[in-house]
């Protein structure tokens, strides 16, 4: 089980970098905000992840939050966008 968390944990961290190279490059705002709200996923699954390798259920609670608060977030800039007529720059 130990494997499948640890092969989990990397491919999680290979995309953050991905989804952290899409948020600094130059790009639409929109684009940006699907990388962040990517990057708010990884970070919820992978808090998942230590959640289920240990007892404590912390991690658990920070997840569902950090879960919770990335979807405000991602609501929040797709209704900013809307409201500027759907022109990105």
Same mark, same amino acid.
Request: proline letters at 2%.
């Given at each position: 089980?130990?494997?499948?968390?640890?092969?989990?944990?990397?491919?999680?961290?290979?995309? =953050?970098?991905?989804? $952290? !190279?899409?948020?600094?490059?130059?790009? %639409?705002?929109? #684009?940006? /905000?699907?990388? &962040?709200? *990517? @990057?708010?996923?990884?970070?919820?699954? =992978?808090?998942?992840? $230590? !959640?289920?390798?240990?007892?404590?259920? %912390?991690?658990? #609670?920070? /997840?569902?939050? &950090?879960? *919770? @608060?990335?979807?405000?977030?991602?609501?929040?800039?797709?209704?900013?966008?809307?409201?500027?007529?759907?022109?990105?720059?």
């Amino acid at each position: 089980m130990r494997l499948a968390e640890n092969v989990a944990l990397v491919v999680l961290v290979l995309a =953050a970098v991905v989804a $952290v !190279a899409r948020i600094v490059r130059p790009s %639409l705002l929109g #684009d940006r /905000a699907v990388a &962040f709200d *990517l @990057l708010t996923a990884i970070i919820t699954c =992978a808090l998942l992840i $230590v !959640a289920a390798r240990s007892d404590d259920g %912390l991690p658990l #609670d920070l /997840a569902l939050l &950090f879960g *919770l @608060l990335g979807f405000l977030a991602a609501v929040t800039i797709a209704r900013f966008i809307e409201s500027r007529g759907g022109e990105e720059q």
